[in-house]
């Protein structure tokens, strides 16, 4: 819930209703979500990884190894997102030490839930 609070008031917010896509694997990834209300389904291969709930993000990996998506993001309930791109999330990350760590938290715990689904 902490990313949360840096975006909660961002102006630049999209909507996704219940079924959209949101980030398609293979994709180019040119930007990654905060989830500010609402929860995304996330799959890789057609295989279910996670829920990601309000105060999370998706699409983050795309923005760090610059590659395409390795994930497909779909709403599950009706969504609204704070959409940041790759200049707003490279000054994120080096001026704003915290959001580093919150983003390696997410990546962190959610490889620790792919590998134990394994």
């Known amino acids: 819930m902490a990313i949360l609070n840096l975006f909660k008031f961002v102006k630049d917010q999209v909507e996704f209703a219940s079924g959209d896509v949101i980030l398609t694997e293979d994709e180019p990834g040119t930007v990654m979500y905060v989830v500010l209300e ?29 590659h395409a998506h390795s994930a497909t993001a779909i ?3 009706d969504c609204k997102l704070a959409p940041i ?3 707003s999330f490279t000054f994120m990350v ?3 030490p915290f959001f580093a760590l919150e983003v390696m938290k997410i990546m962190a715990d959610r490889l620790r839930r792919v590998r134990d689904q394994d």
Do not use: C, F, P, W
């Open 38 to 66: 609402g929860e995304v389904d996330v799959t890789h291969r057609g295989k279910y990884i996670e829920t990601v709930k309000a105060g999370s993000i998706v699409g983050e990996l795309a923005l760090i190894d610059n």
């Open 75 to 77: 709403a599950k309930t």
């Open 85 to 87: 791109d790759r200049q």
């Open 94 to 96: 080096s001026e704003t």
